[in-house]
């Protein structure tokens, strides 16, 4: 049997790949696997206890009931508070950011944006959803409260990202912007074990993934790509395959390890785009970059786009280079045209 080795072990491994490490950011990312652990059992369980009713209405105790994606939120707050590292956080679920005021958190080098259970709505029919997570180091002097512009920095500060699908297996995926490595839950033990080392998305694949719905909604150049990807392939005699979830950690996943490309556009109903730049693009950017593929606004790259605002929206193409590149030459052919 080969050796298993735990995503703690891992974690502490990776740490000697930064010489001046105080053992903070390892400890971080073990509050996030804590949680993800957490939230995991509650996603599984979400099925068979009433946790899935509305935020506000009474569970069978008489209790108020939550939604899985705020019990989500709490649980990886609650590892932040405890662990210390954090200052303070961001979070899809707070229409503010979150400054920590205790002692020990004030002093905590890192913030951390996350959208605690992507995909939410996928939920009661039982499809893959996710957590996704961004690290970045504090702007701010440590020892007082986080601020705005802690939280309101490129994508290309991160100092760690990843994401947890919580899918037929649970799986955690990060980088430390040294590659990518990705871990599957052993529910026997408890402890996520190191499955997919050094993750490499494929330069091209054979899948594309948007809502196709909003198609006439979309930039024209955009139309060309969709037709480009249904027309036959002369190598393969078949046009691309169209897969798409609703569920971005779920759809990204896919094409980081099989080679694909997502996409959600502005559009006309999405004028800045659908998803979140801090959320949810940034983080899958930086682990896409550091997987070898691309990621872009269809125009420019994500990790470099300036936050305005915590929960900026913007168009999203991610996933295999070629495939983003070609994406983008398609819409940027139709506005020379
Ligand atoms: P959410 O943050 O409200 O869950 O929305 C994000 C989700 C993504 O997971 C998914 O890819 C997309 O929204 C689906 O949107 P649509 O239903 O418009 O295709
Ligand atoms: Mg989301």
């Not at 150049?221 to 190598?235: F, I, N, S």
């Not at 950690?249 to 801090?278: M, Q, S």
Request: charged content about 25%; proline content about 4%; aromatic content about 8%.
């Amino acid at each position: 049997m080969s050796q298993i080795i735990t995503l703690s072990e891992f974690i502490m491994q990776r740490q000697k790949d930064f010489p001046y490490a105080t053992g903070e950011l390892t400890s971080l990312l073990n509050d996030i696997s804590i949680a993800s652990k957490i939230v995991n059992r509650d996603v599984n369980r979400a099925g068979l206890v009433d946790i899935l009713g509305a935020k506000g209405e009474k569970n069978i105790q008489g209790e108020d009931q939550q939604k899985l994606d705020v019990i989500a939120d709490e649980a990886f707050i609650n590892a932040f508070l405890s662990g210390g590292e954090v200052c303070g956080i961001a979070s899809e679920e707070n229409d503010d950011f979150v400054a920590f005021d205790n002692e020990q958190s004030k002093n905590g080098k890192y913030v951390v944006l996350f959208d605690p259970l992507d995909g939410s709505s996928n939920i009661d029919v039982n499809v893959s959803i996710g957590t996704i997570f961004s690290i970045y180091r504090r702007k701010s002097p440590v020892g007082g409260l986080a601020t705005k512009e802690d939280m309101l920095q490129k994508g290309t500060e991160q100092v760690a990202a990843g994401y947890v699908i919580f899918g037929s297996s649970t799986m955690l995926v990060y980088s430390t912007g040294k590659g990518v490595n990705g871990f599957t839950l052993d529910p026997s033990i408890g402890e996520f074990c190191l499955s997919h080392p050094n993750i490499k998305m494929p330069e091209t694949g054979r899948m594309y993934s948007m809502n196709e719905g909003n198609l006439d909604r979309c930039d024209p150049g955009l139309k060309d790509y969709v037709q480009y990807c249904r027309e036959d392939d002369p190598a393969t005699k078949r046009p691309y395959s169209g897969r798409y979830i609703g569920s971005l950690v779920a759809d990204f996943h896919r094409n980081l390890l099989k080679g694909g490309i997502y996409i959600y556009p502005t559009t006309d109903n999405w004028k800045e785009g659908r998803l979140r730049l801090l959320y949810e693009c940034n983080p899958l950017a930086f682990i896409a970059e550091q997987a070898g593929g691309l990621a872009t606004d269809g125009h420019q790259r994500i990790l470099e786009i300036e936050p305005k605002e915590l929960h900026q929206r913007c168009g999203y193409f991610v996933g295999s280079k070629q495939m983003v590149e070609k994406a983008m030459s398609c819409l940027k052919d139709k506005v020379e045209a």
